[in-house]
Structure formats: C-alpha cells, structure tokens
C-alpha cells in the first residue's frame, strides 16, 4: 500500500473513530519502516528476540509485542495495531501476519472506506498470507484469516470470482477447523458456507456451473453438525449462529426443533448489525415455522417420531 494512499485511509478513520489523533502524529507515521539493510551486522544480537528489542528500543519481546497488539485490538485501536506490527513483517512471522491481516479486514468491515482503499486494503491482507497458507503449516490462524479474507477479495470481485473461490475458502476453513475445532468462529463459518452451498440446488447451482464454475457440494446435515458444535461452545450466546440452526432444521424438516431454535433466537439481545439483522430474519422464519404442526417430533435426534405435515 502506497504512503499516500494509507494516509488517506488513516484520515478517514480518524475522522470516524479516533477524534484524539493528532496530525503531526499521522505525518510522521512511515507505513513500511524496514530497518536498513545496509545496517552493519552485529554478532551479539544472536536471537529474535535480542533483535527484536534493539530494533524497538525496549526490553520488549515478540510475545510481549504480539500481547500489546492482542489488546489493543480488542479495544479496537485498530490503527495502532496496524503501527504497532506493520514494521514487524519482514519478520516473516505467522503471528505477525495473520495479526495485520485481522485488522486489516476489522477496518473494512463496517464498508465506510471508499471501495478503492477496501480492495488495497485486502489485497494487502492476502499476499501477507498466500505464501502461508499452505498445507503444512499447523497454525489455525492463519487458515481462517486466510479463508476470510479470500472470500472478502473475491466478493470485491465480483459474484463469478467469489463463486470460483468456495473451494478454497472451504478447503481452508476446514483446515482451520481440524487444528482447532474449538475455534467458535470457524466452526459458524463452517456451518454457514456448508448450509449455503447445501441451499444451493437444482436451477441455481446449474446457472452457477454454467456461467461460472462448479461450485463445491455439502448438506444441512453437515451445517448442522458444524452449527450444534458452536452452540455447545458458545452457550447460547450468537444470535446468528442460532438463527441458521432454525433455518437448517427448517430446511431438513424438523420443524419442532426449528422453532427451538428460533425461539431463542428472537428472545436474545443483538450485539451489532450482523445479529440484528438475523433476529429480524428469525422472527420472519418462525411466523412460517408456525404453519406446520409438530407432531411428536422433540428436540432430540433419535427420537423416533412421526413425518411432520404442513396444515392445510
């Protein structure tokens, strides 16, 4: 990303999130502050760590750094996260780079940036990861950044590169979830992508392969499966997680337990937009839920019950 067009961007969010920021301060920041190669070598700075403290000036280490930048994330000072590691990439460390990568993506989440800043901003994101993402490198993370942040670059794209883009954002995500299965996150995307390209059948999946490419194949079933896990992790605390829990047991014409769920649903509070907008949602599948008698249908799997039956 060009100095220019990072100042840009950081004026931007400045004026939205971060009133406190000086001027001065943004003039001064240098958006790739590599240290010189033409630094002589100094054969006592012997481990990353000892290069690490030299280069910052403080007793500071990688884990201290990646714990500063961990926090102020989770305050959403995601400007200073930026600072705090961008310098740090040349590294060619993991932690380093799926860091930078998340707030890069957090920062276009709220689609406030011109459309221009967005695409550079991801496409910043992803050539951090691409070299890392391969198969034989155990870090969970970098797997899921690197499958949210494909399909963030696909969308910008367009419907054909996002649609040629599932199976690698499938094949990642299921990486990711292999190495860490508890990982409430994964598992929700998982659970979504599976239930999308389960609802994608008949005219719509052969215009998909027609016009674009085969798009890869799953079931409700194996949404379900990815869905119920978040739940037992999460403990009833993701409103959209509960809301495609209904909606896949609508669809897998369990009716009982999809009005469980969306049951729930509607009864939690939203913490951003994104609930909001599927507690709108499950408040409108649960009216059509309420067509359809139950039965003898429970909660439970193994139950053995009769066929539910739309009323007439």
């Known amino acids: 990303m060009s100095k220019s067009k990072f100042t840009f961007m950081v004026n931007t969010l400045v004026n939205l999130t971060w009133p406190t920021y000086t001027s001065s301060r943004i003039k001064n920041y240098a958006v790739s502050n590599r240290p010189s190669m033409n630094e002589p070598p100094n054969q006592s700075r012997t481990t990353t760590d000892e290069k690490l403290a030299k280069y910052w000036s403080s007793n500071k280490t990688m884990g201290e750094v990646l714990r500063q930048a961990d926090q102020l994330y989770e305050s959403k000072n995601y400007i200073e996260v930026y600072e705090l590691l961008n310098r740090l990439k040349y590294n060619n460390n993991s932690e380093v780079k799926w860091r930078i990568a998340r707030v890069l993506y957090q ?25 890392e993402a391969t198969e034989e490198n155990i870090n969970a993370s970098i797997h899921k950044w690197f499958a949210i942040i494909c399909d963030c670059r696909h969308r910008l794209l367009g419907l054909e590169e996002r649609i040629k883009g599932y199976h690698r954002v499938l094949k990642h995500l299921r990486i990711a979830y292999k190495l860490d299965p508890n990982d409430i996150t994964v598992g929700f995307l998982l659970g979504k992508l599976c239930f999308d390209l389960a609802n994608l059948q008949g005219f719509k999946r052969f215009i998909a392969a027609t016009l674009y490419a085969e798009p890869p194949t799953s079931t409700f079933e194996e949404a379900f499966e990815y869905l119920g896990k978040v739940e037992e992790l999460s403990d009833w605390n993701f409103i959209s997680n509960v809301y495609y829990l209904g909606r896949t047991c609508f669809k897998l014409k369990q009716f009982y337990k999809a009005k469980h769920y969306l049951n729930k649903a509607c009864y939690m509070k939203p913490k951003n937009d994104y609930e909001r907008k599927h507690l709108w949602e499950a408040k409108q599948l649960l009216a059509r839920v309420e067509k359809y008698t139950i039965g003898k249908e429970i909660l439970y799997p193994n139950c053995n019950c009769d066929m539910e039956k739309p009323i007439e």
Do not use: Q, W
């Not at 920062?107 to 070299?131: G, K, Q, S, W």
């Open 107 to 131: 920062t276009t989440a709220d689609n406030v940036l011109p459309l221009e800043i967005e695409r550079e901003m991801i496409d910043e994101a992803y050539t951090l990861l691409i070299d």
